[in-house]
């Protein structure tokens, strides 16, 4: 754990951006920049920021090795169910026509969840390598 | 205006390159890397690719220089140093590269509209994609929506490559005389 001061506080008053931002990339991806994939990144750079200024002990309160390797392969899991629910609404593989009554919020919604399992993915799978790393320095 | 962001920015990137070639320091290696991927966020941005610009700002020059840096704890930080001048590498780079060049005078000027890539399924995605789709940012309509079989495909290989190197690192460790040092890291 550091024992600046300077870096502990600035670590706590920048977090709640860090993650906000990643909700901002992850939900507004269908307007601007971004999506499961930035947003995973962003997350995963809340946790190792975490990590770095009040060691790993913290980081596991915070996410746990458990939760977070159990991320890695959900999300792959949400993803590949999404297409596989669009089957049985009579569709192909990953279309998402007919998960709702308008095929724009069926889209909407299809593509939310995609963007989820993205981002369940990618930030579960960049922690668990950098708690990988850190354990083996250890 | 642009041409002459354009041109600091490929400057500077030629420059950070040869850094890189000449920094022996790998600790050294790895910021100047992150450098790098910086200013090619910078080339997307000026290129109004602002989701590839995100995607290199946060993952090429944020977490894979975290990643690199915690590998080189499990490492030494000096290169190895080369016992002796070796002219293979370097042939092989000039004539792949001079390959590339050379491919690269066939190809359509840059940024024509009608280039054959411009020509195939953009054409669908710019006019339909909001009809369609009803996603503003195309990118999302393309990633997520007509081509999510490939999407699908990306988060495996994250998934795959993350259990991969999970799997090595957690395996068990074959105990080196002095390796075993105590760092106070929590």
Do not use: C
């Amino acid at each position: 754990m550091s024992h600046d001061v300077i870096l502990r506080i600035g670590t706590k008053l920048i977090l709640p951006f860090i993650l906000l931002f990643a909700l901002y990339v992850q939900f507004h991806g269908d307007y601007g920049p971004g999506g499961g994939f930035q947003a995973g990144v962003i997350v995963a750079a809340a946790v190792i920021l975490v990590t770095i200024t009040f060691g790993l002990r913290t980081a596991r309160r915070i996410a746990p090795r458990a939760v977070v390797e159990r991320m890695v392969p959900l999300g792959v899991f949400i993803f590949a169910a999404t297409g596989i629910v669009s089957l049985f609404t009579g569709r192909n593989y990953l279309d998402y026509s007919n998960f709702a009554h308008d095929p724009l919020d069926a889209h909407f919604i299809g593509i939310f969840a995609v963007e989820a399992g993205v981002l369940v993915t990618v930030a579960g799978t960049m922690i668990a390598l950098f708690y990988a790393f850190i354990e083996r320095g250890r | 205006m642009e041409a002459l962001i354009n041109m600091a920015l490929l400057t500077l990137l030629a420059a950070v390159t040869i850094a890189i070639v000449r920094q022996h320091n790998l600790v050294g290696v790895v910021i100047l890397a992150s450098i790098y991927s910086f200013l090619m966020a910078g080339v997307m941005l000026v290129l109004d690719a602002v989701d590839v610009a995100l995607t290199e700002a946060s993952v090429g020059a944020a977490i894979s220089t975290i990643m690199l840096l915690a590998a080189l704890n499990l490492t030494k930080t000096r290169e190895y140093p080369l016992k002796h001048a070796n002219l293979v590498p370097l042939l092989l780079s000039l004539v792949v590269g001079a390959g590339l060049i050379w491919g690269s005078l066939v190809l359509p000027p840059f940024g024509v509209a009608d280039a054959p890539i411009h020509r195939h399924v953009a054409p669908r995605y710019i006019t339909q994609s909001m009809g369609e789709i009803g996603v503003p940012n195309m990118v999302t309509a393309v990633l997520a929506d007509y081509r999510g079989y490939d999407t699908l495909g990306e988060t495996t290989v994250i998934f795959v490559a993350g259990i991969g190197v999970m799997l090595l690192l957690r395996g068990r460790r074959r105990r080196e005389p002095g390796a075993g040092k105590a760092e106070d890291r929590s």
